[in-house]
């Protein structure tokens, strides 16, 4: 079955730890997403991941970092957490965007709460 | 500003009756995705077209892409549709899908 995961599910960090989040898929998808989602602001992009050491700033890269070692695992990093960064991420994989036919598929989210 | 425009941002159905989702794009896109956000918050993906429409049991989209908008089409809506619909369009020569705000559908007993 073919899949994203992400972990952890749940994570709750205090203001100024260092917060690592985890995707890995199965697919041998090139391309991989660091999503945010906020009530009312829909999905934002954080990172994008074309392969394996070749990452690219999003819409709202900034107090974020990533790592791609390994085509099928993709981290989101978060240096020093702020209370703004209390979110659902959403990781993503997709076949390279310049294919015809590149459609996401979605991990189950990590629900972050910064205190 | 938002290249990707949702509508209605919220919609309540009776089960079996139907509606039609919208998205309006501020430029040409190349493909669009549409998506369900189930209740448990899992993105489950319904669609990806580069123009046409494709259909898929009780669900249609149709992407037009020289009038800028994509459409998806519910009919005999069941309980289980409800969630947030999200469509997402990628523009040529940006290497992302950029998504709506999304449309929140209850589907009413």
């Known amino acids: 079955d073919m899949k994203v995961t992400q972990m952890p599910r749940y994570l709750i960090k205090r203001m100024g730890e260092n917060v690592l989040l985890e995707c890995g898929q199965d697919?041998?998808?090139?391309?991989m997403y660091w999503y945010r989602q906020d009530p009312g602001l829909g999905l934002q992009l954080i990172y994008i991941?074309?392969?394996?050491?070749?990452?690219s700033e999003g819409d709202i890269p900034k107090g974020y970092r990533v790592s791609r070692k390994k085509r099928e695992h993709f981290s989101l990093i978060l240096d020093s957490a702020k209370t703004n960064q209390t979110s659902v991420y959403f990781c993503?994989?997709?076949?390279?965007?310049?294919?015809?036919?590149?459609?996401?598929?979605f991990g189950s989210g990590t629900r972050l709460l910064v205190i | 500003g938002d290249q990707v425009e949702q509508s209605p941002s919220a919609l309540s159905l009776h089960e079996g009756t139907g509606s039609a989702l919208r998205c309006n794009f501020t430029?040409?896109?190349?493909?669009v995705q549409w998506f369900q956000q189930n209740s448990r918050g899992s993105l489950i993906n319904l669609f990806y077209?580069?123009?046409g429409t494709k259909e898929n049991g009780r669900l249609k989209s149709t992407f037009n892409s020289k009038e800028s908008y994509s459409t998806l089409h519910i009919r005999d809506a069941q309980l289980e549709d409800s969630g947030t619909y999200f469509c997402?369009?990628?523009?040529?020569?940006?290497?992302?899908?950029?998504f709506g705000k999304g449309t929140s559908l209850t589907v009413i007993p």
């Open positions: 993503a994989s997709s076949l390279s965007p310049w294919t015809t036919n590149s459609d996401y598929t």
């Open positions: 697919m041998s998808h090139e391309t």
């Open positions: 991941s074309y392969d394996v050491d070749s990452n």
């Open positions: 430029t040409t896109m190349r493909a």
């Open positions: 077209l580069a123009s």
């Open positions: 997402a369009a990628e523009a040529p020569g940006y290497q992302n899908f950029y």
